[in-house]
């Protein structure tokens, strides 16, 4: 894991320097595409050794680890999908009751009499956070 975590440090520092070279020396035209063109080859180059290495390294590890690291990994992911169940059911649902609840608004300043039907059209898209919720407690469940 030392392997990957120095090939994306190199991977940083070569993207970033480039980076900043080019916008130090002020560089345009057929110079620009020179530079952009060394750093997309530097990326991907790194990018394959890195995949490589990463693909090859966990060969020789023992059943019994590799068995450990996954029931390890699979708890990890369990949690990981948990919070974005939740997150991005809430962030939906925020979305919603707010186009559905300035249109409510609207709505109800125009013709006090639709407010039942509009409250119940708020109501739906406050359920999409519970749903997400529920699916969350499932999974950790």
């Known amino acids: 894991m030392d392997i990957v975590m120095s090939l994306a440090l190199l991977l940083v520092i070569v993207t970033v320097g480039t980076g900043v070279y080019a916008i130090k020396k002020g560089i345009d035209g057929s110079k620009a595409k020179t530079i952009?063109?060394?750093?997309?080859?530097?990326?991907?180059?790194?990018?394959?050794?890195?995949?490589?290495?990463?693909?090859t390294g966990g060969t020789t590890a023992l059943a019994a680890e590799t068995a450990e690291k996954a029931a390890a990994s699979a708890e990890g992911m369990k949690y990981i999908?948990?919070?974005l169940s939740t997150g991005l059911a809430a962030i939906g649902s925020g979305i919603a009751v707010a186009v559905s609840g300035s249109a409510a608004i609207g709505?109800?300043?125009?013709d006090s009499k639709l407010l039942g039907k509009t409250v119940i059209f708020v109501g739906l898209a406050e359920?999409?956070?519970?749903?997400?919720l529920i699916i969350s407690i499932l999974i950790l469940g």
């Not at 952009?36 to 693909?55: E, K, R």
């Not at 359920?127 to 997400?132: C, E, L, M, S, T």
């Open 36 to 55: 952009l063109g060394i750093n997309v080859l530097s990326f991907f180059g790194i990018l394959i050794v890195a995949t490589v290495v990463l693909l």
């Open 81 to 83: 999908a948990a919070a």
């Open 107 to 110: 709505a109800i300043s125009e």
């Open 127 to 132: 359920g999409i956070a519970i749903y997400g």
